[in-house]
């Protein structure tokens, strides 16, 4: 089974958010209600999910993401958003939180969100020992619009950075996430893309490119230009906020027919 632990203030969202997730039998849910109960109770082991509130009265969501990046960086944190905490939400996901639902919106993201995070989670500790002794991997295949093969992509290259211990466990995961969400929203109409990827011991770099015919690899209107969480309202917006906030380069050509992505590991990681 796994376990996720809620971390609210408020008795009313907490059981919201429970029952949501008591939708699937696999997941065993718990709650407390701060952040100082949510860090006795990962010490004690055995929590493979965090749902964290924001604006808590002992020791607040930042704080909460903050120590467990740092205490617990194999368990993966989402932040719950509500009016009037976007800048401490943008913070979090600077600071590690894997991904975020507004509170107004849990009803239709919250059960996908906390699986597709644990599907990431549960690749990521499948890598072998041997890709411990990869220097560079490098491959380029065409990618049809089937969404059932972006969850084995990702899957696939979180193995291959964790393997190569490019990043922590935290980074590996929000690689995956800002990755997937990009291959989410370029493949938004009927066609094949190409997909290039390099990965070396400085950085993981992915290209995403579009036939010129075939028009851009994202949709232009969906890119959001406001820094307010809880102002987007689909999912390609918050799809946006994630890969800026879980990538270090995300870059448009003119034509909108080409995205680069870049994640570095190290200083000199920086674009040739």
Same mark, same amino acid.
């Given at each position: 089974? &796994? &376990?996720?632990?809620?971390?609210?203030?408020?008795a009313l969202d907490r059981e919201l958010a429970k029952r949501i997730l008591a939708e699937d039998s696999q997941l065993t849910v718990e709650t407390v209600d701060g952040?100082?109960?949510?860090?006795?109770?990962?010490?004690?082991? +055995?929590?493979?999910?965090?749902?964290?509130?924001?604006?808590?009265?002992?020791?607040? +969501?930042?704080?909460?993401?903050?120590?467990? @990046?740092?205490?617990?960086?194999?368990?993966?944190?989402?932040?719950?958003?509500?009016?009037? &905490?976007?800048?401490?939400?943008?913070?979090?996901?600077?600071?590690?939180?894997?991904?975020?639902?507004?509170?107004?919106?849990?009803?239709?993201?919250?059960?996908?969100t906390t699986h597709d995070l644990l599907s990431l989670q549960q690749a990521q500790r499948t890598h072998g020992k041997l890709l411990e002794c990869f220097k560079v991997?490098?491959?380029?295949?065409?990618?049809?619009?089937?969404?059932?093969?972006?969850?084995?992509?990702?899957?696939?290259?979180?193995?291959?950075? +964790?393997?190569?211990?490019?990043?922590?466990?935290?980074?590996?995961?929000?690689?995956?996430?800002?990755?997937?969400?990009?291959?989410?929203?370029?493949?938004?109409?009927?066609?094949?893309?190409?997909?290039?990827?390099?990965?070396?011991?400085?950085?993981?770099?992915? &290209?995403? @490119?579009?036939?010129?015919?075939?028009?851009?690899?994202?949709?232009?209107?969906?890119?959001?230009?406001?820094?307010?969480?809880?102002?987007?309202?689909?999912?390609d917006e918050r799809g946006f906020m994630l890969m800026r906030s879980h990538l270090d380069e995300v870059r448009f050509n003119e034509t909108g027919t080409e995205v680069?992505?870049?994640? @570095?590991?190290?200083?000199?990681?920086?674009?040739?």
């Amino acid at each position: 089974m &796994t &376990t996720v632990l809620i971390v609210d203030d408020s008795a009313l969202d907490r059981e919201l958010a429970k029952r949501i997730l008591a939708e699937d039998s696999q997941l065993t849910v718990e709650t407390v209600d701060g952040g100082r109960a949510a860090l006795d109770r990962l010490s004690a082991g +055995g929590i493979d999910l965090v749902l964290t509130d924001l604006m808590m009265p002992d020791i607040n +969501g930042l704080q909460l993401v903050t120590t467990i @990046r740092v205490d617990h960086p194999d368990v993966p944190v989402i932040i719950m958003t509500g009016g009037g &905490t976007e800048v401490v939400a943008m913070n979090a996901l600077a600071q590690g939180a894997a991904s975020y639902v507004p509170k107004r919106m849990l009803k239709d993201w919250l059960l996908k969100t906390t699986h597709d995070l644990l599907s990431l989670q549960q690749a990521q500790r499948t890598h072998g020992k041997l890709l411990e002794c990869f220097k560079v991997v490098q491959f380029e295949l065409d990618l049809p619009n089937e969404m059932a093969l972006l969850g084995p992509l990702v899957e696939y290259l979180q193995q291959i950075v +964790g393997g190569m211990q490019l990043f922590d466990a935290t980074e590996t995961f929000r690689l995956g996430v800002g990755l997937k969400e990009a291959l989410q929203n370029a493949l938004y109409r009927d066609r094949t893309i190409l997909f290039v990827v390099r990965i070396d011991r400085h950085k993981a770099r992915f &290209t995403l @490119r579009a036939q010129p015919d075939d028009g851009p690899v994202f949709d232009a209107a969906a890119v959001p230009d406001v820094e307010d969480l809880d102002a987007l309202n689909t999912t390609d917006e918050r799809g946006f906020m994630l890969m800026r906030s879980h990538l270090d380069e995300v870059r448009f050509n003119e034509t909108g027919t080409e995205v680069v992505l870049v994640k @570095r590991c190290a200083e000199d990681g920086a674009e040739e």
